[in-house]
């Protein structure tokens, strides 16, 4: 056994106000079975995560460099520390994510590891398909192309649809990449009922796919149709910048919304997927939203880790994250 330090990101510590240290303890723990005895260690005034692991194979170095915060990563022998190279594990350049500033986006390290943690449950093989069906202005959707999925998502709100399709013609013209990008009307019944934004990313190894519909997150079913999904990732509204739109009002809670949506997602699930939401538990308690989820079919992971992830964003908002995963159906005899 070894040991190791991850060094996080100066910037975790500014994002999460200091509880960035449990958080992305607890997303190791889940996302690198490989590694043991992980803590926080201080070393010279500089904090890291420690771990114990065997030799670091190329797939285990992967999921290092894939943790929300990864900075850098040195082994430890003594008073020594020796820098060990993280390969590059993103398909495009971070700023797809970071470029977009606007109030009631959901922080891009947060996105990344409710996305780390929902794919790890995830059984179904790679490359994934990702659904975010309140997808804002798709932090979401970009990182999961980052990380190399496919991403689709539903955003009720006009403006937050024109600005993504805005910003990623915009970003994906000056970036020079091998691309397409269109906005088409959908027609149900030889009616509008809305838009929808369809992007290819041509890269060398394969191309990116991302989907973007207006609409309700109620009728993602019907906006997408017989695609099933490996994830279903999204941040729910808070009740205080989003609200969560039920006909046009504004609620502080998103119960109703979620009871409504969550069967249908569930739907459009793969089974083997996963489910990975978060929420603000001030306007709904955790057990609450687990029986949600458990009265869809889907298996709640609980206990441990998957409970460490609570924390303050601001004095009206505790986020936490809760995911399922759809059960495979019984092997028959
Ligand atoms: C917390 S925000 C998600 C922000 C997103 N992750 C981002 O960083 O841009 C919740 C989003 O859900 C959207 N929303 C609320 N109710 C909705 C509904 N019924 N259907 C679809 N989207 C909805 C809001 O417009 C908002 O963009």
């Known amino acids: ?75 430890r022998d003594g008073d020594a520390l020796y820098p060990v190279t993280l390969p590059r594990v ?9 470029i977009p500033k606007y109030q009631g986006k959901t922080n891009e390290q947060f996105t990344r590891l409710l996305l780390n943690v929902t794919l790890a449950v995830c059984t179904r093989p790679a490359p994934f398909r990702v659904l975010d069906p309140m997808a804002g202005r798709a932090t979401t959707l970009s990182t999961a192309l980052l990380a190399g999925c496919d991403a689709f998502g539903v955003e009720s709100d006009d403006k ?14 000056r970036k020079r990449l091998k691309h397409t990008a269109d906005v088409a009307p959908v027609r149900r019944d030889g009616r509008s009922i809305g838009r929808r934004l369809d992007v290819r990313i041509k ?44 006909g046009g009002k504004r609620s502080r809670t998103p119960a ?48 441990g880790a998957w409970e460490r992830f609570a924390h303050r964003v601001d004095s009206s908002i505790r986020r936490d994250l809760i995911v399922a995963v759809k059960p495979k159906p019984a092997q028959e005899d």
Do not use: C
Request: charge should be negative; hydrophobic fraction near 45%; charged fraction near 20%.
């Open 160 to 173: 937050a649809f024109d600005a993504t399709a805005a910003f990623y013609k915009t970003y994906l013209r």
């Open 90 to 98: 993103d398909l495009l350049d971070d700023d797809l994510v970071t």
């Open 203 to 246: 890269l060398e190894r394969r191309e990116l796919i991302a989907t973007l519909f207006t609409g309700d997150a109620r009728d993602s079913g019907s906006l997408y149709g017989k695609k099933r999904f490996d994830a279903v990732v999204t941040d729910a509204p808070y009740g205080v910048v989003h609200g969560a739109g039920s």
């Open 256 to 303: 109703k919304l979620l009871a409504e949506t969550i069967p249908v997602w569930a739907g459009q699930l793969h089974p083997g997927g996963a489910l990975g939401l978060s929420w603000n538990t001030l306007g709904l308690p955790r057990e609450d939203l687990a029986t949600l989820l458990a009265e869809a079919g889907l298996d709640v992971q609980q206990g």
């Open 1 to 75: 056994m070894s040991s190791y330090l991850l060094l996080r990101n100066p910037s975790a510590n500014r994002v999460y106000a200091g509880e960035a240290a449990p958080l992305t303890a607890a997303e190791l723990e889940l996302t690198a079975p490989f590694a043991s005895e992980i803590e926080q260690a201080s070393v010279a005034g500089v904090d890291y995560l420690a771990f114990a692991a065997d030799n670091l194979s190329r797939d285990d170095l992967r999921i290092l460099a894939s943790q929300s915060a990864a900075f850098a990563l040195f082994r």
